[in-house]
Structure formats: C-alpha cells, structure tokens
C-alpha cells in the first residue's frame, strides 16, 4: 500500500526522537496565559516568575507556647523571671520588654521589644507572678526570625513550575490574590472504529464497547483537563474529515484513537496530510507503534491506536508530553525508579512499555512486578497494574533487581 503521507514526514522514528518533536511543537504553541485567583490556580502552570514582595516571616515570632525573654537575663542557674504582660499572635506590636522581666506569649505572636528566646511553658514553673527558667536555654530558642524563610526581592517561584497545593499557598502567605497561569488547554476527544457500542446498548456480533473513551477521559481528567467527548466516529475518511476539522478549529488538541495504522479503515493519517501537517507517524515503541501526530486548524491532534494498552502508553509519554509542553511547563515530571520483582526478556528493538504493579517491599525498596499477560488489547491487566515499566531500546535481558524506570498511572 502507498504511503498516504507526503515525502518527508518523519516516521519509523525512535521514541526519543518522538518526544523531542512533539516537545518542538508544543513549545511553538504554548497556550495564553491568564491571571486566575489563586483557588483556581492548583495543578496550572506557572507563567511569571514569583518574587517575594515581603519577609517570610514577616516579623521575628514565637514557635511555641511559653515566655519571651531576653538570654542575657539567664544566669548558669536559669532565672527567676517577673511576668511583664501578655503577647497573643495577631495583637498589635507594641509591647516592648524591659530588662530583667518575661512575657506570656503564645505561637506566631510578635516577639516583644527586646526579647530575644521563648522558654516554652512546659519547661517552667509557675511562681506567684514570676517563673523559673531552667538552665542552657540556648540563645533565640523557639523564636522564627524574620526573612529566615522568604527575603524580600527573593524568586520563590519560576515561570514553567508546576503549581503544587504548597506552592499556591507559598503565593497565599506572600499576601498575593492571583497568579498567571497558562490557560488550561481545550481537548476533544474521539473514539473511532465502525465496531464501537456505547456501553448499555446490546452488542451486535463483531461489536465491541468503547472502552477507550473512559480511558482516555479519566486520564485527561486526573492531568486537571476538562475533555470533550465527541460523537464516536465510523471508517468513514468523509466523516472523519468532517468531524476532526470541525473539532481542529475549536480545540487546543484533537485527541484521537483508533484508525491509524495503515490498514484500509485507518483513515486519519491521510485526512490529517490532506488538510493539515504530519509531524510524524510511527514510532518504535511498543504498544503504540502507529501513533499519530499533526496539527490541523488551530489545534494539535494526535492520533492514538486504537488499542487499550496502547492508548495508556501513548497518552502517558506522547500526550503528556504534548499537554505539558502546550502549557508551557518546563518542569520535569517526577521520575521513579523501581527494582524488578520478575525479569524481562525483551528480543526486540523497541522501546517497550510493560504493565506493572509497583509496590514499596518492607525494606522501603520500589519495586515493580512486570504482569505477565502481554498483548495491548488485554485491559484487565491494566486494571491490575498501576505502572508502566520502561524497558529501554535495543534487546533487553532484565533480571530480578534490575533498576527501570517507571511510569507511575495516574
Ligand atoms: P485500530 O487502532 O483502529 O486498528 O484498533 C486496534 C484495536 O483496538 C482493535 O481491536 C479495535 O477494535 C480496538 N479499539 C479501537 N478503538 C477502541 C475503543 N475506543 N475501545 C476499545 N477498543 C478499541
Ligand atoms: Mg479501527
């Protein structure tokens, strides 16, 4: 069969050869940003870098519950300390500490004037309006001095980060209401395949639930996308046309599955030649081999196979790839290493993505047990599985204990 694609188009291409195209791509379509508040700023990406306007913590304070005084005041023998008054966290700071005394003072309240060390209120005793200090009371114990988190002028924070709860909230106790964050990016989402039943309706022979779509939903959702599902699409090149362009002119990203390997349903690598660019097909992985990337319109498409393994492998290297890059994070993912709990002998070149439960063993070791069923269309053994092993390029014989790298699902 002859190519559907123009001369020139990248395919056979390695996997890391893939990643960087995609990656390529992405960033020549980052996505606007906008200011959003900053409950609506978790999971986004970070489009300014975040300079402090202020100290953290902004005034020297108390860590404890106890008595503010100063060290000097402390002999060999501890000290018996007159109480002076009372400082409560939030209080105006306009208590100043005289030589010689103490004040009450409770956690995150302003250090007085003059005071230096909190005794926490555990360690002393009470004595009429005076208490005993105990001895070696270090200098500046349970105090939190101001900037010794944050200076002013420092950049806590950096354009491309990933917005974690702590880090919104590092921009909360910088008193700052709202960040510039990437917009979140527009994906549909389109199973195809002329054997595809919604589920709940009674399958003719040959057919089959769509079970993609689920799939592919719940991983954009659990990623902080908000997908479109649209209509199933059959083998039909003029409705797949029709469709994917209609789409490709509404979305950030047209995500596909299904159609796109070169059989004669596999209607998307053409349609997507015909109106639009190819920036490669085919990669060497497995599963996933025939995966799908252009642009059409205003949109990025890529076109996952068909098959349920392969969709969970594409979308968590490829696809994560492309949303991340789109919203311009240049923070890497976090990445796992695991030692393996059975081996793997791998006879070809690809790279290969195996399914696996990871577990931690009761000597804090990750380590990942390769399932034995192969196959991308098996889905119940991706049900079991919370991972995917890397197996790297070229034949590969991975005993027990080998360190991998995984891809930890969702
Ligand atoms: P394709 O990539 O279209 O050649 O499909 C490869 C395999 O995946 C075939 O066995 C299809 O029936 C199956 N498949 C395609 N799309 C879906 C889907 N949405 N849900 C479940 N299986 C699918
Ligand atoms: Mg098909």
């Not at 409560?88 to 010689?100: I, T």
């Not at 960040?179 to 549909?188: D, E, K």
Request: net charge neutral; with cysteine.
């Amino acid at each position: 069969m002859t190519s559907p694609l123009p001369p020139g188009v990248p395919t056979g291409v390695s996997f890391d050869d893939a990643l960087k195209i995609v990656r390529g791509v992405a960033t020549r379509h980052v996505v606007d940003a906008q200011s959003v508040a900053l409950s609506r700023a978790h999971g986004r990406v970070l489009r300014e870098d975040l300079v402090a306007p202020m100290a953290l913590p902004a005034f020297d304070n108390s860590a404890m519950d106890g008595y503010a005084l100063r060290h000097a005041d402390l002999g060999a023998d501890g000290a018996r300390l007159p109480l002076a008054g009372e400082q409560f966290a939030g209080r105006a700071l306009d208590l100043a500490l005289a030589p010689g005394a103490c004040v009450r003072i409770t956690t995150g309240a302003a250090l007085p004037a003059g005071a230096d060390t909190v005794v926490i209120k555990e360690d002393v005793a009470i004595d009429g309006d005076a208490i005993s200090v105990p001895a070696g009371l270090p200098l500046g114990a349970n105090v939190r001095r101001r900037g010794e988190d944050v200076e002013p002028g420092d950049r806590v924070l950096r354009v491309g980060q990933w917005l974690s709860p702590a880090r919104v909230s590092l921009a909360a106790s910088l008193g700052l209401p709202s960040l510039s964050v990437s917009r979140r990016p527009t994906v549909a989402v389109y199973t195809t395949g002329d054997e595809l039943v919604e589920p709940g309706i009674a399958l003719a022979p040959g057919q089959i639930y769509d079970s993609n779509r689920e799939l592919l939903m719940g991983l954009l959702r659990a990623d902080g996308l908000e997908p479109t599902a649209w209509p199933r699409l059959p083998d039909d090149p003029k409705q797949v046309e029709i469709a994917l362009r209609d789409a490709a002119c509404a979305f950030d990203m047209v995500l596909t599955c299904g159609g796109v390997s070169a059989g004669e349903k596999d209607h998307l690598p053409g349609v997507l030649a015909r109106f639009g660019e190819v920036h490669l097909w085919k990669v060497r992985m497995k599963p996933g081999m025939p995966v799908l990337f252009g642009s059409l319109d205003q949109a990025r498409v890529l076109g996952l196979p068909g098959n349920p393994v392969s969709v969970l492998a594409t979308y968590l290297t490829l696809g994560r790839a492309l949303l991340d890059g789109l919203q311009g994070r240049t923070e890497a993912r976090p990445a796992w290493r695991a030692r393996l709990a059975a081996p793997i002998d791998k006879p070809h070149a690809r790279r290969e993505f195996v399914r696996a439960r990871l577990f931690s063993d009761d000597d804090g070791m990750l380590r990942a047990d390769p399932s034995a069923a192969t196959g991308s269309h098996r889905l119940r053994a991706a049900a079991d599985a919370n991972a995917l092993i890397v197996v790297p390029d070229g034949p590969q014989r991975l005993a027990v204990g080998d360190a991998v790298d995984v891809l930890v699902i969702a």
